[in-house]
């Protein structure tokens, strides 16, 4: 799978700024960040990411509820989507895939190694 965009959904500004530093480190990647679900809805449906990183707990509109509304959009069902998260329990990972979630980084995550991380998510996927 080809990335170029990534969408990047968390409310806490630091770690926004954290892992878009991390993120553009990569060649060719272009990131755009998002602070809530709606935000990243909008952005997702204006100008869709080959990827979005997606804060699970974000008030709001949450990363389960943001990824149902992406699901239900003709024009973002098919972009993959990774959470990002602290709650990284076996149950919790099974109903975050269950979901329809590409695979889950946990936070606190490596900014160095986040787009590899991402990056072994993706292949992991059928079809990649």
Same mark, same amino acid.
């Given at each position: 799978?080809?990335?170029?965009?990534?969408?990047?959904?968390?409310?806490?500004?630091?770690?926004? =700024?954290?892992?878009?530093?991390? #993120?553009?480190?990569?060649?060719?990647?272009?990131?755009?960040?998002?602070?809530?679900?709606?935000?990243?809805?909008?952005?997702?449906?204006?100008?869709?990411?080959?990827?979005?990183?997606?804060?699970?707990?974000?008030?709001?509109?949450?990363?389960?509820?943001? #990824?149902?509304? #992406?699901?239900?959009?003709?024009?973002?069902?098919?972009?993959?989507?990774?959470?990002?998260?602290?709650?990284?329990?076996?149950?919790? =990972?099974?109903?975050?895939?269950? #979901?329809?979630?590409?695979?889950? %980084?946990?936070?606190?995550?490596?900014? %160095?190694?986040?787009?590899?991380? %991402?990056?072994?998510?993706?292949?992991?996927?059928?079809?990649?």
């Amino acid at each position: 799978m080809n990335i170029e965009k990534v969408l990047l959904v968390d409310d806490d500004k630091n770690i926004r =700024l954290i892992a878009q530093i991390g #993120l553009e480190d990569t060649p060719d990647w272009i990131v755009t960040t998002a602070e809530s679900g709606a935000e990243a809805i909008a952005k997702a449906t204006a100008d869709p990411p080959d990827l979005i990183l997606l804060d699970m707990m974000m008030p709001g509109m949450d990363g389960k509820s943001t #990824l149902v509304k #992406l699901r239900a959009n003709e024009s973002t069902s098919h972009i993959p989507i990774i959470f990002m998260t602290a709650k990284v329990q076996t149950q919790e =990972l099974e109903s975050y895939l269950a #979901l329809g979630a590409a695979g889950v %980084i946990s936070k606190p995550f490596d900014p %160095i190694t986040l787009s590899a991380d %991402i990056k072994r998510v993706l292949s992991s996927l059928p079809d990649s």
